[in-house]
């Protein structure tokens, strides 16, 4: 499978590329999530990704999509800003980070149209497209993995903690061995 080399690893690999090489380089990266309650749920999986744990090369997405709820509170807020940095330390010079808004947690339509809108846009514009099903209650996860697998997007990420005590951690704090991130693509 082809992968678009991020903008980061181009400029770490310092040598012209092929026309044919930059338009598979021009390939935006999607991320598509829900929303949590912790910032945590939501930022270590992209971090994870960013740093290429778990998988054969890093996937950095130039584009994310959230999904907000009134439950959410401030979480989503501080998620984007980090998240906006965390992307820019990447090398993606101006991430766009897009939100998508359901007025109830149960509005199960409203969260698969999130995903199937995200995914059928990414695809339309050939972007490169992950799923995260870390956050979010597990219906969320569920309607998140279908939506991935149906609309087959690239990947369909789970960030994975070895134990409860780094639940509350940002991914830096947390030890190597203590973490993973799965791609269900490549297990099923």
């Known amino acids: 499978?082809?992968?678009?080399?991020?903008?980061?690893?181009?400029?770490?690999?310092?040598?012209?590329?092929?026309?044919f090489d930059e338009m598979i380089?021009?390939?935006?990266?999607?991320?598509?999530?829900s929303g949590s309650?912790?910032?945590?749920?939501?930022?270590?999986?992209?971090?994870?990704a960013c740093a290429g744990d778990g998988l054969e090369t890093a996937f950095v997405p130039d584009t994310v999509y959230f999904l907000d709820n009134p439950g959410l509170g401030d979480a989503l807020s501080d998620t984007k800003v980090l998240t906006r940095t965390l992307l820019e330390q990447n090398g993606v010079e101006s991430p766009t980070i897009k939100t998508a808004y359901i007025e109830h947690e149960t509005d199960f339509q409203g969260i698969a149209t999130h995903f199937q809108?995200?995914?059928?846009?990414?695809?339309?514009?050939?972007a490169n497209v992950a799923v995260d099903v870390t956050p979010?209650?597990?219906?969320?996860?569920?309607?998140?993995?279908?939506?991935?697998?149906?609309?087959d997007a690239d990947h369909v990420f789970y960030f994975y903690l070895e134990s409860s005590?780094?639940?509350?951690r940002i991914y830096p704090e947390i030890p190597?061995?203590?973490?993973?991130l799965y791609d269900f693509t490549e297990i099923l």
Request: net charge neutral; no cysteine.
């Open 1 to 19: 499978m082809l992968r678009a080399l991020s903008r980061f690893e181009q400029y770490q690999a310092g040598k012209r590329l092929s026309d």
């Open 25 to 33: 380089n021009s390939m935006d990266n999607v991320w598509v999530s």
């Open 37 to 48: 309650t912790t910032v945590e749920a939501m930022v270590n999986p992209i971090a994870a």
């Open 117 to 126: 809108e995200a995914i059928t846009d990414a695809r339309d514009s050939a």
């Open 136 to 151: 979010g209650r597990k219906f969320m996860s569920v309607i998140a993995f279908n939506a991935g697998m149906t609309y």
């Open 165 to 168: 005590d780094y639940f509350s």
């Open 176 to 180: 190597h061995t203590a973490a993973k």
